[in-house]
């Protein structure tokens, strides 16, 4: 029995964050069954998230928020910015610059800022899961360019709220230009975090010897 499989048999219940997670999860067990759970951002919703917006004092911006530094991202987000004249932002997952950017760029900006700007974008171009997560929960129009090899989890999300066309690399003006139907975004959200909470509840309920 390899050591994996050993220290999940010990674990009563198993959650996952994404379907590939689960798959990889469930063939190392038995007869026990792992649930995929959505991320704790979702599971808060925008409600816990709403008061600790700030206001950005920027003009209407295009906001880059690129994680893994695509420059397929990068290359996306001018191009949107320049499609609707708007100013482009960068909040950037490096820590430093490499080069001098034309356009304005945050190496240093916390998790307030992160949240607020992307609560105050016009439109949002990122290649991170969380950058999508806020995108939704705060009815950004978005495009993601997902991880080359761990986008898994980021395309399952798009997949969920039926926006999977606005998983790309590229400029196409038909999904640029596509609205979003942010009440189904919402519902599919709301269905998921249900299902989470239940998993949570039921488990919480057993360990206290109630009845579910």
């Known amino acids: 029995m390899g050591i994996q499989k050993k220290l999940l048999l010990n ?5 996952v964050r994404e379907p ?3 798959k990889i999860v469930d063939d190392l067990l038995d007869h026990q069954e792992s649930t995929v ?9 925008k409600d816990y998230f709403e008061p600790l917006v700030q206001e950005v004092k920027d003009e209407p911006y295009v906001l880059l928020y690129s994680l893994n530094g695509y420059s397929e991202t ?14 482009l932002i960068e909040l950037s997952g490096r820590r430093k610059p490499l080069i001098k950017k034309k356009h304005k760029a945050m190496y240093d900006a916390g998790p307030i800022d992160f949240i607020s700007y992307i609560a105050n974008a016009s439109y ?5 899961f969380h950058g999508s997560v806020f995108s939704l929960l ?3 129009d978005i495009l993601t360019v997902p991880h080359k090899s761990r986008g898994s989890r980021t395309k399952n999300l798009m997949l969920i709220v039926n926006l ?5 690399d590229h400029f196409d003006k038909n999904v640029v230009n596509k609205e979003i139907d942010w009440n189904l975004v ?16 039921d488990f919480l309920n057993a360990e206290n010897g109630k009845t579910i």
Request: no cysteine.
């Open 164 to 168: 999977n066309d606005r998983l790309i």
């Open 138 to 140: 705060f009815h950004k």
């Open 20 to 22: 590939d997670a689960k």
């Open 186 to 201: 919402d519902k599919e959200l709301n269905d998921e975090r249900e299902k989470s909470l239940k998993f949570i509840k």
């Open 74 to 87: 990068e290359a996306l987000a001018k191009k949107i910015s320049k499609y609707f004249n708007l100013k």
């Open 37 to 45: 759970v959505v991320d704790p951002t979702i599971l808060a919703g």
């Open 11 to 15: 674990i009563d219940k198993i959650s």
């Open 124 to 128: 949002v171009v990122t290649d991170s």
